[in-house]
């Protein structure tokens, strides 16, 4: 493509046609390819993290609607 365009570069009824022609050999080669290659990255993080002490970057919110926010009162600007 020579630059964006706003429209899809192809109809989705497209994906599943060619999904249509995999069997499932080929998706379970697929899978473990991608489930090789994640473990392959964790493992390298892993090794990287080993050397590194834990580091707390501050309190986990679990309920965002409690969010804090940076807001100075009155807002009328």
Not at 10 to 28: G, N, Q, Y
Not at 56 to 72: F, H
């Amino acid at each position: 493509m020579s630059g964006y365009e706003d429209k899809p570069p192809f109809d989705s009824s497209l994906m599943v046609h060619f999904r249509k022609h995999l069997t499932p050999e080929t998706i379970h080669k697929v899978n473990e390819l991608v489930i090789a290659k994640g473990l392959e990255k964790a493992s390298k993080v892993k090794d990287d993290d080993k050397n590194d002490p834990p580091r707390n970057s501050g309190p986990m919110i679990v309920d965002v609607t409690c969010a804090p926010s940076n807001i100075k009162y009155p807002q009328d600007t």
